[in-house]
Structures are given as structure tokens and as C-alpha cells.
């Protein structure tokens, strides 16, 4: 299963409207571009290792 529908339910779980892994920040060309606050690591239901998560925040 793929990180992000499991990200997707975390939403609930943390009150937040968009939530990315640290690879998906990892990944962006220009990351700088986005306000981003780390919320914690979890281990998501088919990964044995734990992902970073972020909330994206609407922050200036």
C-alpha cells in the first residue's frame, strides 16, 4: 500500500488538512517554497520503518 492514503488517514488523528512524509518534502525542488512543521514519526500499516511526518502549514 502506498505511504500516501496511509498519510491521508493520519489527518484525523492530527487534526491537519495536508500532511507529507519526509520524502515527499525530501523531494521537491524547491522545498523552500513551503512552510512545513514536523509532527511525529509513525509506522505505517505495510512499511517496517517508521516515516517522518509533516503538517504543511498555512503560516507566512
Same mark, same amino acid.
Given at each position: ?23 515527499? %518534502? ?18 505505517? =500499516?505495510? =512499511?517496517?520503518?517508521? %516515516? ?9
Amino acid at each position: 500500500m502506498f505511504p500516501c492514503i496511509r498519510l491521508e488517514g493520519l489527518t484525523k488523528k492530527y487534526s491537519a488538512d495536508i500532511l507529507v512524509s519526509g520524502s515527499t %518534502i525530501a523531494g521537491l525542488e524547491r522545498p523552500e517554497l513551503f512552510q512545513t512543521k514536523f509532527v511525529a514519526e509513525e509506522t505505517v =500499516k505495510g =512499511k517496517l520503518k517508521p %516515516i517522518e511526518v509533516f503538517l504543511v502549514t498555512h503560516e507566512s
